[in-house]
């Protein structure tokens, strides 16, 4: 068929548009979203991660993300990071969110995963439909600010075998990410394709 034959003309419009379509969503899995905290602190975590919850006050902001897991569509549970960044302005605050690291009310593990992070994993049952879930804590101060994060997921029939390790390897990648803020962008948030 000639590519002048309507049929052709409206087939290759179709597929430019299917192509516009499914490009973004494809871009998407592999680029960075960028945030940043009140010109202190920056982090990054990828594009599909939908944020779940993000507040702001003047001496806290927490954003929260859900991580897609193909194994929990159709349940009500979830993979999930969030992230909470505390104003850290007298040594009685510094003080204070350092006595809060070294307390848990779990049985905790203390366990050593990024460098400068102080890392703390246990075990919980969801009391709604007694899902097993695994918690990893971690925190530190990152200019003037302390800085916690948490990352839970479920124990899903559905899920990998090597579940656990690849979420550990999400929490050591986001982990890596947040430091102090760079300089970019004043907008707070850039979306950066992964090198």
Same mark, same amino acid.
């Given at each position: 068929m000639p590519y002048n034959h309507p049929m052709a003309q409206k087939t290759f419009v179709l597929f430019l548009f299917v192509t516009g379509l499914l490009a973004p969503a494809m @871009? @998407? @899995?592999?680029?960075? +979203? =960028?945030?940043?905290? +009140?010109?202190? +602190?920056?982090?990054s975590v990828p594009a599909n991660w939908p944020v779940i919850a993000n507040k702001s006050t003047s001496e806290k902001t927490v954003f929260a993300f859900q991580i897609p897991n193909p194994a929990d569509k159709g349940?009500?549970?979830?993979?999930n990071l969030s992230i909470i960044a505390t104003d850290l302005r007298t @040594?009685? =605050?510094?003080? /204070?969110?350092? $006595?809060?690291?070294?307390s848990t009310d779990?049985? /905790?593990l203390e366990k050593k995963l990024v460098d400068g992070w102080g890392c %703390? $994993?246990?075990?919980?049952?969801?009391? %709604?439909?007694? $899902?097993q879930y695994v918690i990893w804590d971690c925190r530190? !101060? !990152? /200019? =003037?600010?302390?800085?916690?994060?948490?990352?839970a997921w479920p124990h899903l029939p559905k899920n990998p075998p090597d579940y656990d390790a690849q979420m550990e390897i999400v929490l050591s990648n986001f982990l890596t990410s947040v430091g102090p803020f760079k300089g970019v962008p004043k907008s707070g948030v850039l979306r950066r394709p992964v090198n």
């Open positions: @871009a @998407a @899995a592999t680029d960075l +979203v =960028d945030f940043t905290i +009140v010109n202190r +602190v920056q982090f349940t009500s549970d979830s993979s @040594a009685q =605050d510094r003080d /204070a969110f350092q $006595t809060q690291a070294s779990h049985n /905790a %703390s $994993t246990f075990s919980a049952i969801q009391r %709604s439909n007694q $899902t530190r !101060i !990152i /200019a =003037d600010c302390g800085v916690s994060v948490r990352i």
